[in-house]
């Protein structure tokens, strides 16, 4: 079985090296009176991660021509959104975490209302970012901030999680199951491919195909997660394990069996890796190496 090449993973460790700097950049405000929002917002926005959607982003740029560094304030406008999600799903009313990536997550830190009022500040705060400091045209902006929005409408993000709770425990098929994460998840990875390949002055085929990855490469990935959930410890996942199963929630586990559901995971993969193929005279090797890690972190 093909592993992720050691180029390719040095070449996302000196992005997300980038990535990381520029995120500890970000201030809010400097308002004195709103410190405890920023504390709260920067205590999940720096508390680690893989930084996989602005790294897509940044090396979707690069594979369509233009510096990832470029689209620096869109790849950090993404993270924006996904740690948005990310506390908003921990809150009692939804997944109700205590833990997330190690520490205590977002409400226990800081309470439910400040917790919340974190996740709505980075929506508006991600815009800011597009549209204060993202180079490109007014029509490559527009596509920046209308993809972002649908995939954290009803079309991504909040449709995803409003599918996920209508199926906690009730049994689910693969139909209703790949809808869910085909929001939850792969909307968001989705755009950061896409918002890169814009900015990038990429065509229509080329969009086509990077879309195409993208949502095999979402669809992985949430598949890995639903499996790390299962046979992860909670001190490797940095939060509880076993905690979908807990909470009765459909997954790929549930559905297809732990074996099954790594084999899904399997086919993903190859998929993406095809999509990848339709970009003659690319150098696609980091993407390539992005989906065989994705797809290999549970192995």
């Known amino acids: 079985m093909r592993s992720a090449s050691p180029a390719g993973v040095e070449g996302f460790l000196a992005l997300r090296e980038v990535i990381e700097e520029y995120l500890e950049g970000l201030r809010f405000t400097e308002e004195p009176a709103l410190e405890r929002l920023q504390e709260a917002m920067r205590y999940s926005l720096l508390a680690g991660g893989k930084r996989v959607r602005p790294l897509l982003c940044m090396e979707s740029a690069s594979l369509f ?83 972002l929005a649908h995939a954290t409408g009803l079309a991504g993000l909040a449709g995803g999680q409003a599918l996920d709770l209508e199926h906690t425990g009730r049994r689910a098929g693969p139909k209703e199951l790949e809808l869910t994460h085909h929001h939850k998840t792969g909307a968001l990875i989705r755009a950061s491919a896409r918002i890169g390949a814009i900015l990038a002055g990429a065509g229509e085929e080329g969009l086509e195909a990077i879309s195409r990855y993208a949502t095999e490469l979402g669809l992985c990935f949430q598949i890995v997660d639903d499996v790390l959930d299962a046979v992860g410890s909670s001190e490797r996942l940095g939060k509880r394990a076993g905690g979908d199963a807990e909470r009765g929630k459909a997954t790929f586990v549930s559905v297809f069996g732990l074996e099954g559901a790594r084999r899904e995971a399997d086919a993903a993969c190859e998929r993406a890796l095809r999509a990848l193929g339709r970009l003659e005279g690319r150098d696609t090797s980091r993407l390539e190496a992005l989906a065989l890690f994705v797809r290999d972190r549970d192995r």
Request: glycine fraction near 8%; aromatic fraction near 6%.
């Open 65 to 147: 021509g233009a510096p990832p560094e470029r689209v620096l304030p869109s790849a950090a406008a993404i993270e924006l959104i996904h740690t948005f999600s990310l506390i908003h799903d921990d809150l009692p009313a939804m997944d109700n975490d205590d833990f997330r990536r190690g520490k205590p997550t977002s409400h226990k830190k800081f309470g439910e209302a400040m917790a919340i009022l974190a996740g709505d500040a980075f929506f508006g705060e991600s815009l800011a970012l597009i549209t204060d400091h993202q180079e490109g045209s007014a029509e490559q902006v527009l596509a920046v901030v209308r993809e």
